[in-house]
C-alpha cells in the first residue's frame, strides 16, 4: 500500500526558531499533498493543499508567510514553520494519495514543541 | 452547525461485542466518506472508505452509508481491546477527493 514517510518524528525548538518538517511519498508519486495540524483532543484541520511546481493553496485563517511550503517533486513536500512561537506547538500531519480516486494516507506526524 | 459531527464518547463495550460508531455530516454534496483509527499520539490510518449508499464489509468492519439522512457510522464486530483507539470519520469537501473534513472522533474502549 502507500506508504507516506515524514520526518522528523518530534522536534522542539526555542521561540522564534524555524522548523522544517519533510514529507515524502516512498512507493508513490504525488503531485498533491495535504498538510493537517491537530491540537490536543481536538480534530485534524486542513492547513494547506500543496502542489507539485506551483504555489500551495491555504486554508482560511492560515497565514502562508508563517508556514511556507515547498513541493520541489513529485515525491516530497516540506512545511517550514518560521518564526515559531509557543501556540504553534501542535501535532503536524501530512498526507497524499497515489491516485485521483484513492483515500488519503498519512505520515506518522511530526509533534512539535515550542519552547 | 458542524460540517461533521461525531459523539467523542468515550464508548464502552466489553470484549467480543459489537462496537456502533456514528457520525453525521452537513453537507449533502459529500460523495466520499472515511473511517480512520488514531491511537493516542499517532497518526490517523485508514480503517475503511465507502462511496456509495449501503453497507460494505471489510473483515471485523462494516461501514454504512445513508447519504439521505446524511448519515455514516461504523460497526466493529467481536470488539478487541486492541481495537481501543479513537475513530474519525472524514467526508469530502468540495468535488473529487481532493479535501477531507474531519469530525472530532469518537472514543472507544474496549474492556477485556
Known amino acids: 500500500g502507500a506508504v507516506v514517510s515524514q520526518h522528523p518524528s518530534r522536534v522542539i525548538c526555542k521561540s522564534g526558531t524555524s522548523v522544517k518538517i519533510e514529507c515524502r511519498s516512498l512507493?508513490?508519486?504525488?503531485?498533491?499533498m495535504f498538510w493537517y495540524r491537530q491540537f490536543p483532543k481536538q480534530s485534524l484541520m486542513l492547513m494547506a493543499t500543496?502542489?507539485?511546481?506551483?504555489?500551495?493553496?491555504?486554508e482560511q485563517g492560515v497565514e502562508k508567510d508563517k508556514f511556507l511550503i515547498n513541493h520541489a517533486s513529485l515525491t516530497l513536500s516540506t512545511l517550514t514553520v518560521t518564526s515559531a512561537h509557543p501556540e504553534d506547538s501542535s501535532f503536524y500531519i501530512c498526507?497524499?494519495?497515489?491516485?485521483?480516486?484513492?483515500?488519503?494516507?498519512f505520515g506518522n506526524g511530526t509533534r512539535l514543541t515550542v519552547t | 452547525q458542524k460540517e461533521v459531527e461525531q459523539n467523542s464518547g468515550p464508548l464502552s463495550v466489553p470484549e467480543g461485542a459489537i462496537a456502533s460508531l456514528n457520525c453525521t455530516y452537513s453537507?449533502?454534496?459529500?460523495?466520499?466518506f472515511f473511517w480512520y483509527r488514531q491511537y493516542s499520539g499517532k497518526s490517523p490510518e485508514l480503517i475503511m472508505f465507502?462511496?456509495?449508499?449501503g453497507d460494505k464489509e471489510d473483515g471485523r468492519f462494516t461501514a454504512q452509508l445513508n447519504k439521505a439522512s446524511q448519515y455514516v457510522s461504523l460497526l466493529i464486530r467481536d470488539s478487541q481491546p486492541s481495537d481501543s483507539a479513537t475513530y474519525l470519520c472524514a467526508v469530502n469537501k468540495g468535488t473529487g477527493f481532493q479535501k477531507l473534513v474531519f469530525g472530532t472522533g469518537t472514543r472507544l474502549l474496549v474492556s477485556p
Open positions: 465507502i462511496y456509495s449508499n
Open positions: 512507493d508513490f508519486q504525488a503531485t498533491t
Open positions: 498526507s497524499a494519495r497515489d491516485g485521483e480516486d484513492s483515500p488519503l494516507h
Open positions: 453537507d449533502r454534496g459529500s460523495q466520499s
Open positions: 500543496s502542489n507539485e511546481g506551483s504555489k500551495a493553496t491555504y
